[in-house]
């Protein structure tokens, strides 16, 4: 199992940006695929991006490819979220999470261990 801990979220004018930024413990290497998701009130977790285990391979939500970058350290057993041109639709609790396994999916269900989340507002 591995622990993760998110950190980097508050709030943001329209437009602005924020880093984001996940340390994972425990039975942590690069065969870990690395997600961001996020959930809206009233709305169900979806993704944001993920990323290989090795970094070679990324994936993005349409809504935010473009806008945001997913990257890791794996020296540093780090994951972080990059995001640029931040709209009010953004705005969520923004969730680290990681899967025993090198390859990245979108689907949450796929990930086995997961972050307490981080709060982003963006503002108009």
């Known amino acids: 199992q591995v622990q993760l801990v998110e950190s980097g979220g508050g709030l943001v004018q329209a437009g602005g940006s924020l880093r984001l930024s996940c340390v994972a413990s425990?039975?942590?290497?690069?065969?870990?695929?690395m997600g961001w998701f996020r959930q809206a009130p009233g709305k169900e977790r979806e993704i944001v991006a993920a990323i290989s285990g090795s970094g070679s391979g990324t994936l993005y939500a349409d809504s935010v490819n473009g806008r945001f970058t997913i990257s890791r350290d794996n020296a540093k057993n780090m994951a972080y979220l990059q995001m640029d041109s931040l709209k009010p639709e953004d705005t969520a609790v923004y969730y680290c999470?990681?899967?025993?396994?090198?390859?990245?999916?979108?689907?949450?269900?796929?990930?086995?261990?997961w972050g307490q989340g981080t709060q982003v507002t963006v503002s108009t």
């Open positions: 999470a990681a899967r025993g396994s090198p390859n990245a999916f979108r689907a949450a269900g796929m990930y086995d261990s």
């Open positions: 425990g039975r942590t290497s690069s065969g870990y695929a």
